[in-house]
């Protein structure tokens, strides 16, 4: 597979529906320890800094944001490039103070649970083939003064590899689901 074309830096907003937020994940994440992928909790890199990654990562997951942008900036600092990045986000309805925000299934896995009310858990577990990484439950919490939240994030099912082909795209799934992947 052939890396990312050399570049100083390139931004993609992220924007969906007014009264959702967005939970996104790194399905594949491998750039030089020079090159930086930011994203941003809101319409520009004046927002809240919600991650700050790079070199080599299985699963990434992200915060949820507060609203319904975010900003995804990608700068290559390097002479050489690496495999690249693919992420995955998902707009999910706002929480309430009972009441947690949906949560989206890992790629290659299930959720096991639809009650996201305070209190609830909600199992996870992946397709034959994949093994989970990160906490297989979590469990929804009164926040005080707060919206209700999760007490953590959403594992990922890592096994076989995934080849993709990477350009700057952003491809519509069923569900209000969106792939944005950088060619590496």
């Known amino acids: 597979m052939s890396g990312y074309d050399l570049l100083s830096s390139a931004f ?3 924007p969906c529906l007014s009264f959702t937020v967005l939970f996104g994940q790194f399905v594949v994440f ?4 020079t090159d930086v992928v930011e994203i941003y909790d809101g319409p520009s890199t004046d927002s809240a800094l919600l991650s700050s990654i790079y070199g080599s990562h299985s ?3 992200l915060p949820l944001s507060s609203g319904n942008k975010i900003t995804l900036k990608f700068t290559a600092n390097g002479t050489y490039t690496a495999k690249g990045f693919h992420f ?8 309430s103070a009972t ?3 949906s949560v989206p299934e ?15 858990v909600v199992l996870f577990e992946c397709n034959p083939g994949y093994t989970l990484h990160g906490s ?6 009164a926040v005080p003064n707060a ?4 007490n953590g994030t959403v594992p990922t099912c890592i096994g076989r590899e995934n080849r993709y082909t990477w350009r700057c795209s952003n491809r519509v799934s069923a569900g209000n689901s969106l792939e944005h992947s950088l060619p590496l």
């Open 147 to 150: 919206l209700a939240q999760w």
């Open 106 to 120: 890992p790629r290659f896995g299930k959720r096991i649970g639809n009650d996201f009310g305070i209190g609830m």
């Open 12 to 14: 993609c907003l992220l």
């Open 99 to 101: 009441q947690c925000s």
């Open 59 to 61: 699963g990434e997951t």
């Open 30 to 33: 491998q750039t030089l320890p």
């Open 136 to 141: 297989n439950g979590i469990r929804c919490e």
């Open 88 to 95: 995955v986000y998902q707009a999910v309805p706002r929480t």
